[in-house]
């Protein structure tokens, strides 16, 4: 079936769903997506027509420059529904607009902001069914794009597929994480590209992920490249540390991703009156609040684990854990953020966006 | 036809080949590629068996972890024809290793060394044509692996695609180029990947030398990221500086991929007797001599380009030339190792692998 919503967008519908195949009970992160997909290219210089097609399998030239010199960058966002059924998104502008920021470093030409919005409304129109209410629900959005250009040669390309993947994703809790403090590999250079969501920035991360995981640690806290004196942020989160009442945590920088659940907590924190301080946080500092007794919690904040609460850190062969807080920052900020993602709460910030 | 030449290898020939369609004397590098490909995939923990099947387009699923975290390696090398048709590669092995070095850092497994040399030796046997015989030409040949997983979760694949794929190349001459010294910009951090072949090390290069372009230098000297005060290499080739008549090259780290084109230089000048300091080069020094006339060349080298001279260079807005030197090093070197790689001089080193 073939009908056109908009001069802007192709759309082409599956003749039948496969969400009746899918176990919603026991879903993996990532690993089903929905019916549909949003595909655009560029080629000639611009963004062809967006097209909403079924979702498959793409056709890809060996010589796709994506494979060979990691030109792609990407997003990560999710649609919430409500008990009325309303589907929202949250603060997708920064995701828009973080998208194109990661783009440009990468020398991906911009994406219009048009194309993005219709097509992001459209697919998640046809594949509402997938986005199943209850707090902790979510449809996971996964827009990126790929060099696409078949040739060789170390340079920009001049094809690129831009596309929006969708994946139902569960409410789930897998218990509080144990993080390593990166001593000697390290995430980003100065000057370099950390900052963006570039596929580029991801992989780098395993092997030493990895090792830490040999030693009982879930998740790497990367420290700056150039000392490893500072806490900069994690594999997928940025990171806060509450010192008795204050917050701390880094300021942006060319190294890390200026997370939007970051600085929708430090709004929030401020509204509240919690202070937050916003400065470079020294490994030693934290080490030293672990041992008397002034560390009072450490968390990550990201779109995917939301707000994720730290119960202890390496650093240096040593073991630090961190007592269980009641009434704990941590979740304090994950119930108020959901409470605005799940609309049960005002929207003081004007942070939701319905769909 | 299908048939089987050893147990670990599959081989599919395509019917008719196309090399009759290509124009040997306008080659576009890295556009056109040979008839076959080799292929092996990385499924349940092991590498299946190889196969060379005609060139083509691979599927692929949106949600392949290559696409998001650029979790992908590869290398470069070259075969050569002499004028008795015989074939060789030059220190194949280098890049055997190498490969599985950067796979390491990037938490891709192992490739195994038999299903690498017999699948090189087959596919080039089965494209011998495509290798035209002429000094200066050669077949460039890129194996490369990614990780093929269909799953957005960031961490390492556990299915992975190992890919030979060839591209005849020519010789050609686009001049000396002209090079800006990085200031800001940076290609990799300590503790990071730099010395890896990994896809993500290229991508991050794109913007900063394309704003080098912009001013009028076609490409970039990386310098360290902490204080931008060493020479590091340019985007796929490693940097020598001749001061007098001392080569200057940095050692190679954790930053900077270890060449085999700038080891094989080395050991050639040793040889010769041309004197070559590897230790950390500020780039305040090469400027200085650059001023007082001691800076005699300045040259790239990598298989690609073979010695690349540098005419001129950039640094804080001042840019100085490099005046033409009879008998450079330069041609001297990229002299040596083309007689070295078509057979046309001895193998002091043995260096040369015949197909
Ligand atoms: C490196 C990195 N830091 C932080 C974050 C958190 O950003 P956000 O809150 O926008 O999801 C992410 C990902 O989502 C990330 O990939
Ligand atoms: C970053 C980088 N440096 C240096 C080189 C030169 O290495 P080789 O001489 O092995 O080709 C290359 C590529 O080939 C490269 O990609």
């Known amino acids: 079936m073939k009908n056109t919503i908009s001069q802007a967008l192709k759309i082409s519908e599956v003749s039948e769903s496969k969400i009746g195949q899918v176990d919603f009970e ?5 690993k089903i997506f929905t019916d549909h997909m949003f595909v655009c290219d ?4 611009e963004w ?3 097209e909403i097609v079924p979702y498959g399998p793409l056709t890809m030239e060996p010589s796709a420059r994506v ?13 919430y529904k409500d008990d009325n059924g309303d589907t929202f998104l949250f603060r997708p502008d920064e995701n828009f607009k973080r998208i194109n920021i990661s783009a440009e470093r990468l020398a991906i030409p911009e994406f219009p902001e048009d194309y993005f919005f219709e097509g992001l409304n459209a697919l998640l129109k046809l594949d509402n069914e997938w986005i199943k209410p209850g707090y902790g629900n979510s449809l996971y959005i996964r827009p990126f ?14 094809e690129y597929k831009f ?3 969708c994946s139902p994703a569960q409410s789930y809790y897998s218990g509080d994480v144990s993080v390593l403090v990166a001593e000697k590999f390290s995430r980003s250079a100065n000057g370099g590209f950390g900052y963006a969501k570039a596929a580029g920035n991801y992989a780098g991360q395993f092997y030493p992920t990895k090792l830490a995981q040999e030693q009982g640690y879930q998740q790497v806290i990367w420290t700056d490249a150039n000392t490893h004196e500072y806490m900069e942020e994690a594999g997928t989160m940025n990171v806060f540390f509450r010192v008795n009442d204050t917050l701390l945590t880094a300021p942006v920088s060319d190294r890390i991703l200026d997370g939007v659940t970051r600085k929708s907590l430090i709004t929030i924190a401020e509204k509240e009156g919690i202070k937050v301080d916003v400065r470079p946080v020294k490994v030693s500092e934290i080490v030293e609040a672990a041992k008397n007794g002034s560390l009072k919690e450490v968390f990550g904040a990201g779109t995917a684990a939301v707000v994720s609460p730290v119960k202890a850190f390496g650093y240096k062969g040593e073991h630090y854990e961190i007592e269980k807080q009641e009434n704990s920052y941590a979740s304090y ?9 799940y609309n049960k709460a005002e929207d003081t910030f004007s942070w939701r966006y319905k769909v």
């Open 26 to 30: 026991n879903l993996n992160f990532g």
């Open 42 to 45: 560029y080629v000639n210089g």
């Open 48 to 50: 062809q027509t967006p």
């Open 67 to 79: 494979f060979h010199y990691g030109q792609a960058v990407f997003e990560g966002m999710k649609a």
């Open 145 to 158: 794009v790929i060099a696409t250009q078949a040739s060789v040669s170390a340079s920009e390309a001049d």
């Open 163 to 165: 596309m929006i993947i």
């Open 333 to 341: 900020f994950k119930k108020a953020l959901m409470d605005i993602q």
